[in-house]
């Protein structure tokens, strides 16, 4: 009798071949531990034949967690499913990387302070100072890394260093403007997001709004994706557009693509965070 | 052995009071069956503690339905769920009544033609003469029903005699202009659906694009929803708008509404058609 | 020879029923002044036969601003044209209300702050304490006026006491979650703008997000208007919405909603600032 | 007196670098000739120096359109203007190229018939026989041109003397799945349209919707554009996109891309036969 579940919540998320009876066999092992299925979603993938599933268990009124470990493991075995169990209170840990500009980053320091995003924020990383009054008012570490435009690989270990010791299962680049290196893009694979500055993969590289403005595109994007070591070409978790139109200077698409990277990297965040987000090959599976 | 099901697909909706292990029940009736999960949805709704499911069956490589009924039987009673379970191919008989505009009209019946509605269309129903050759050159009876100002009863009296001898299983009204009478209303609940000119609950009844003109809104809408007795009132199955400014006249509203409308209801209907609106009280689930 | 205009702009907004020969007149008066045309906006409102123009006047080489001013009052009074100019560079005075929720003040502020919003904000005025701290992090003064349930004349006496000390040339209803005493509303005519947590005219009042969560609608909206003396009927700035969907909680359309009401409130102040709406009955015009 | 202009509407257009007192220049002229402004738009690109203007002239009361020719071509020399009169009523001659799919041509023909394309349409040509009867029946004539996979160069001196013995304004490629020859896109230039079933300058070429799909994107789009010698680089008219998500297969994307793409081509063309759409360099101005 696990009654100390009675008030946690779990999300189970699975991946594996597509076979038939998956569904039966997960959701009969949370019924069979007193688990209640407060939210479900599954989606096969018909032309790669790869079944998703994501599961939100409701402990009450005995969830048996260490029972449902035990059984899923050998379930998971028998059909080779690639799964992950979390309890929902135990709130991810995420450093924010930054640079000069402040519009992504304050909006996710207000959506965490305001309890919209289910995370902790243990410290904010910049190659700028301008930005640590902002976010020492919010009460979080800033720490200052200047990143040369020569060799980088003190600055990157450093960086590298902090996110270690500051425990962070997600790093966001908030309109980082520098290029991961490739080992870190590896070492944290499909927990390392970033905002791209325009739709993709249209503007892929520096200066997407100039681009956009030279081609004379009607609509400008923001791209929120996991950072790969093919730069802008990671798989794509949110995007938005916003109309534009003639009339609008670069700045103006600098001004108006502002919001929507804002509004792109929250959502795109708020998935990750809430495990709604299954990655195979360079594709995302979003349960929204 | 039902081999003759393997290229066969069926859909599965249920609905009842939410309990434990209702996806555990579901969904390993379907797999003990023979059945594989094509697609699957479902929702709790946690305020009226209701749960809803959608499932579509591959009858692939040999799903007993005669067996799986008989199961699913006694699992809905013990479980006291209002389920339906129907094959894909048997395409529903959609009547659509009209009147003089013609946008929504052509627009399903282009859809229909295309193969892009999974429906056959028996008839259409008008109270004007303007759109008979249309409809007859996409090869559909077009059945001329005039409907007086004052006494309506016998011109409704032949509608529904329409209706019920071309076997319909939904009915659409396509900018009908008319306001069906209550015992229809009733006894084609769920099954009759209607396009209003507005984003409800914003200007109910006649002239919404008027009455929009006048309140000098920025955005205008249309909404799908199904007919009950109270006008505009029953349960929305789609909703979308289009910005407008200043500088639109009336006639302009009606212009750009036009297209949101075509487009609202086409979506709608292939939700109602496909089974994934469900119903609950004045306000719909929809797996999309 | 005002030389001393060279690097400055001006706006000039004009609005009088519609005549053959406005648009020669006005732009003839500014190019006969040695103004330039850096942006030109006019509408015609045909069935009100109303003329609605809005100039920005660029100062070089050498705008003469005083003759200018002296040659269109006449044409003004040969016209009945109701009109203004004012230089760009002075900023407008706004003066923000608020209560407990956050979001469109904290959004505000933030804009203002990174120069996105071409105003000052001399204060701050709230019925609570708990956002003192956030106002005042970002250099501006909080002034904090109770207002109980009952008696509210003194508050209010109070609240325009400091609106006009202050010396506002705008006031902004940042969900203040109060209605406005109807002299204010008369006082700050065209001047008082509010952010309403609906797709007007849907969910007028109170509790919108709960009204729009029983009724089952698909999108949710904000809208920005001028306060009148009617709740919620005021001349509409701008609008927007979110799509929501079945699984949404009230909650969550509370939070969704909370990005409509900041960026269609940012969007509408900021057309505002700039002189770009033109309020005629109660409809306006939006020059974006 | 040119009394017998009372009930007739011409549209402007206007081009030049720019230079002070353009408007005044243009209004004035049309003022003197008693011609009313209906609708005027104006727009500088700073960054380029170019002036644009779109005036909708009223002939009411008594609009010397010939008086104004003769005055304008003045003023048109003076500061190397770039211009166009038209008279509204004269419906531009639309020729429509098509191949297999019906969805955009369709649409066309439908706006067309119900007046809200301001367009006569002499014929459609095809290099596939299927969509002969929906376009006969619309009492358009069809004309039926094979294009080999080879030697292409016949077919296309077939077109073109079609399309000029026709004698057509505007060649609109309606998803005709054929490049055009570089002689014909500069012989036509800014006359000959296209529809591209992306949002540009993503996925530029063949098969989008795949590329599309392999890419994982959340959003997919549809570009009206003329045609240069450039494949997809020509000047955007219009752009739009519709959301998508891991569950659209790639016949999904197609399916809602139909929609998108009927909407920005219809779009995009009503604009360019208002004359709306000003070409400058690989940029449109669009006043809409």
Known sequence: MQSGNADKMFTLTTS????????????????????TLVESHNHTDAQQRWFFMRNVIGGAPHFDDKGFINDFTKIAEKYAIDWS???????????ILASQSSHCLSDLLYRWKSGELPCSI?????????????????GVPFHYVPVPKTDKREAFASIEALIDR????????ARFMQIM???????????????HHSFL????????YQKAHDRGVKLIGATCHYVTTDLDE?????????????????????R????????????????HLEHRVLVHGNKTVVFN
């Open 201 to 208: 993969p249209s503007f892929i590289g520096a200066n997407p």
């Open 85 to 95: 169990l979390s309890e929902n209170k135990q709130a991810e840990r995420v450093v």
């Open 122 to 138: 243990p410290c904010v990383i910049s190659n700028h100072e301008n930005l640590r009054s902002m976010v020492e008012w919010h």
């Open 256 to 271: 108006l693509g502002r919001d929507v990277e804002r509004s792109v990297l929250s959502r795109g965040l708020r998935y």
């Open 16 to 35: 594996c071949i597509d076979q038939p009876g998956l569904v039966a066999a997960v959701s009969g092992s949370i019924a069979g531990h007193g688990g």
């Open 166 to 173: 500051h425990d962070a299962d997600t790093i966001v680049l």
């Open 234 to 254: 990671g798989p794509i978790i949110e995007q938005d557009v916003v109309r534009v139109d003639h009339s609008c200077s670069k700045d103006d698409l600098v």
């Open 181 to 195: 290196p490739p080992h870190l893009c590896e070492k944290y694979a499909h927990r390392l997001i970033n905002i």
